[in-house]
């Protein structure tokens, strides 16, 4: 079952090439957010197949996640503050998570927003307090870029080098369970960095949940 749905969803991405990476990251970048780990890994995967292109799915993947959240940001400078936290929840944007955000953003600003780029959670979120808190949009254009940059990088060479050696992965099963066995030190690796950094974000939205209730 795994594995047909494995199959299925490469299948998707191959269908829908450079298009599809850009569209959907872009989306991974706003309010609607789609894992790029789901998507990235994927198209450098094809690339590894030679139907695709490695440095131009890494480019569209960076382009994407600019221009979902360039939109973010705009829309959070016009709208502002005020609309977010009266608004935000309906959008799954408690104002824990902007509060959170709110305050990641003018702590640490440029430095920190190239960080969110390749945090779990905080990721879709940044753009909204950037904009709403007037942060210069060259400076957040550069961070937004360099960071998204660093982080598909990340994921195309893990899409390439870990399981893009493998043509088979998607025709045999057995290749499947024997690359993740032969694997397995990759792919924990990749699900500890992500879980404790998505561990130490979610104690830091309740702190400042906490914090926001005094």
Known sequence: MFHSLFVVWFNLVKDWHYLGVLLLMALESTIFPVPSEVVVPPAAYWASQGLMNFWVVWLVATLGSYLGSIVSYWVARHWGHDLLYRYGRYVFLTPQKLRFAERWTTEYGVVGLFIARMLPVVRHLISLPAGALRMNVWKFSFATIAGSGVWCYILAWFGQKVIGDQPELLSDPN????????????????????????????????????????
């Open 175 to 214: 290749i499947m369970i024997h690359v993740m066995r032969d694997k397995l030190i990759y792919i924990v690796l990749a699900f500890a960095i992500v879980g404790g950094l998505y561990g130490v974000i979610h104690r830091q939205i309740h702190k400042t949940n906490k914090e926001g209730a005094l």
